[in-house]
């Protein structure tokens, strides 16, 4: 079993052990505490029944944990539907000042001697925060002009916990999170104060983020990446654990899937209910902070996911905050036909500048607080759009963030996962990202390996797929075969896709690494998965960890994914130009199956690059076609070396002497001696 960190002494969610598999959704979600109209329109995808939720909010309820989630005092308060108090907490008798804060910011941030509170509720008549720091009795916080309530607390201090307590426009009380809480009990539980500034980085500040055209991407969910069955979630220290594995593979950046606070501990992450706090399953901020340190140690970048298309939608501290729903979540949300997404009813808001202004400072958190190397925006065609009808104010919100982002880091890569086709999102007049997730690379070069017939794998959408851009330039878009999407929702693995029941089997093994390699030697910026570069089979769940024992059994193609990385950052200095931008798919066989293109980036020995794809059953020999130019062109890859499986045929490959005499549109030409099955061979000129 690996490391764990200790788990924190918190109160413990009522639903930490829950395991409902995600597969019918790619947004799973948990146990709710959320008005039902905030889940309508969701249908079956990504969500429990409406029965379920009931009896699963009604055991929160009761339980232990739940009713001394709130501190000594708060534990004998009688509470109506969970949030609802019929008894306030008695005041304070702490003296404290009557006046609002004068100091800036949002949510809890802590001064020399005490700590400010400041919260949005426009709509509330008086806010009170109770906590660790006046023994749960109540402080008045005072109102502000702009509808914000807040006040400097004396003695509040990191690490304590903290509620407040909101009288609604209607006169009733509610204990309610912090929307801006940095750190949680749970989802279900207190807030709590957090000092970003405490964190003693020590190998952050060597680091240096490399640039987008050598930037090779690994999609991790920290709960599954390294765990075992039959506990809780993987967190921030086991996947410290397993840093090695990736510099060693090659990788250069992180793309952690959604890891903000979210329903119970079990979860894709895409139902986060508390945007700013990390998840308390994984560990404490420190902990992440602890990860994001050790990866750039290992000369590795971390880029969040981040989820602003919809919130929860369980357990969600914004949904009523202030006692005004207008007939849906209220003030963060949209109330109209715009609050309805593929996940539920809670759209936020992106009219309101309060509500922009809450989503940006959270994704300007990640990147001060924890020093994120980027972040990667979920679904943003949900955002740009309601309902499929365009949404200038999600416009608006998307290039805020960058504008922002811009300003105080241009050097952070910021990622939208959009898959609408539409240049705009990385357009610099649009909204302005710096490359986007593209479907037009995975979907036909997935139709393509997973055909069961050669005759059905269609070499020119491939070439299409290929030589793809945005707005003509190739680090605009991201280009994978397996994402965390691609293999769940009714679809698996490539391998099991491929393979079937023979997921380690021949065919598998060659046509997911034909995969690999387009992946790696195509324009775009490289995504894997995780687990991929081991031949990880299935699909993805949020309770099957990863099988490390594969690394092991498929040595090989470890070794193969290894070998492909070194060749995109050219760390050989002879293949230069598979950085570059410039591509040419200059010789495309539907007959045989054959697919050969030109990567170069200046050009000349040592740059220019020739990757040969064969993905047809047959063994080709002396196979023409046309190169750049004459002389000798070195075998730099060949997969279907046995090295890499001993089942492959290890078609020996040799060198290619080119001369002039133009095949393909080329100026010169050579001859393959040998083309394995479903084989790729990748050649380049010493310099």
Do not use: C
């Not at 602003?308 to 109330?335: A, C, I, M, R, V």
């Not at 045929?649 to 040799?654: D, K, R, T």
Request: proline content about 6%; charged content about 25%; aromatic content about 10%.
């Amino acid at each position: 079993m690996p490391t764990r960190i200790p788990p924190p002494s918190r109160p413990a969610s009522s639903a930490t052990t829950s395991r409902a598999s995600n597969e019918a959704g790619a947004k799973p979600s948990r146990t709710s505490s959320t008005p039902s109209s905030a889940r309508q329109g969701a249908g079956g995808k990504d969500f429990f029944d409406d029965v379920r939720q009931r009896k699963s909010a009604e055991v929160q309820l009761r339980s232990p944990q739940a009713q001394s989630s709130r501190g000594a005092h708060a534990r004998d308060l009688p509470r109506q539907d969970g949030t609802l108090v019929a008894e306030l907490p008695a005041k304070s008798a702490v003296p404290m000042p009557t006046q609002p804060s004068s100091r800036p910011g949002m949510g809890a941030i802590p001064y020399d001697g005490g700590t400010t509170f400041r919260v949005w509720a426009p709509n509330a008549q008086r806010v009170q925060v109770a906590g660790d720091f006046s023994n749960w009795q109540a402080v008045e916080l005072q109102r502000e002009a702009s509808g914000n309530f807040s006040l400097d607390v004396p003695g509040a201090k990191a690490g304590e916990q903290y509620q407040y307590v909101v009288q609604g426009k209607y006169g009733d009380w509610r204990w309610k999170g912090d929307p801006r809480a940095n750190d949680v009990t749970n989802s279900t539980g207190n807030s709590v104060i957090v000092d970003h500034q405490a964190y003693q980085w020590k190998h952050d500040w060597d680091f240096k983020m490399p640039p987008w055209n050598e930037a090779v991407i690994y999609e991790m969910h920290v709960g599954t990446f390294n765990d075992e069955p039959g506990w809780g979630p993987g967190n921030w220290q086991s996947a410290i654990d397993k840093l090695d594995h990736l510099k060693d593979l090659g990788i250069n950046v992180i793309e952690v899937m959604p890891s903000a606070e979210f329903a119970a501990d079990f979860s894709w992450g895409y139902n986060p209910a508390y945007p700013n706090a990390p998840e308390s399953a994984y560990g404490s901020p420190d902990d992440l902070k602890r990860f994001v340190d050790e990866a750039h140690k290992r000369g590795i970048g971390v880029v969040m996911d981040v989820v602003y298309n919809h919130l929860g939608p369980s357990d969600l501290p914004q949904w009523d905050f202030d006692g005004e729903t207008y007939g849906k979540g209220g003030s963060y949300f949209y109330t109209d036909w715009r609050a309805k997404t593929p996940w539920g009813d809670t759209r936020p808001d992106y009219g309101r500048h309060e509500v922009r202004d809450y989503l940006r400072d959270n994704a300007m958190m990640w990147l001060r607080d924890y020093h994120m190397d980027g972040l990667r925006l979920d679904a943003t065609k949900e955002i740009r759009q309601a309902s499929g009808a365009d949404n200038p104010q999600g416009w608006q919100l998307l290039k805020d963030i960058n504008e922002a982002v811009n300003r105080e880091f241009p050097q952070k890569l910021i990622i939208a996962e959009d898959l609408g086709n539409e240049p705009g999102v990385t357009h610099p007049q649009g909204a302005g990202f710096d490359s986007q997730w593209d479907a037009n690379f995975v979907h036909p070069v997935r139709a393509a390996l997973t055909a069961f017939s050669d005759n059905d794998r269609d070499m020119n959408a491939v070439a299409r797929a290929i030589g793809f851009k945005y707005n003509g330039s190739a680090t605009q878009r991201v280009i994978y075969t397996e994402s965390h999407d691609e293999v769940a929702n009714g679809k698996q693995r490539l391998p099991s896709e491929v393979g079937g029941w023979d997921s380690g089997g021949y065919h598998a093994k060659k046509r997911s690494l034909i995969g690999a390699a387009l992946t790696m030697t195509s324009p775009g910026i490289p995504m894997l998965f995780q687990g991929q570069e081991f031949l990880e089979d299935g699909h993805f769940q949020d309770g099957d960890p990863l099988d490390w024992k594969k690394k092991e059994s498929f040595a090989g193609i470890n070794q193969a994914y290894t070998d492909l990385i070194k060749l995109r950052r050219n760390w050989n200095d002879n293949t230069a130009g598979l950085r570059g931008e410039n591509v040419n798919v200059h010789h495309v066989n539907d007959n045989d199956k054959v697919i050969a293109f030109h990567r170069w980036d200046k050009g000349g020995a040592g740059d220019d690059t020739i990757v040969i794809v064969n993905f047809g059953g047959k063994q080709l020999s002396n196979y023409e076609l046309g190169l750049p130019s004459d002389g000798t062109w070195k075998v730099r890859f060949n997969s279907d070396w046995q090295g890499y499986s001993g089942d492959f045929g290890n078609a020996q490959s040799f060198d290619v002497g080119g001369h002039w005499g133009g095949k393909d549109g080329m100026p010169a030409s050579g001859a393959l001696n040998n083309l394995g099955p479903y084989s790729v061979v990748i050649l380049s000129k010493d310099k």
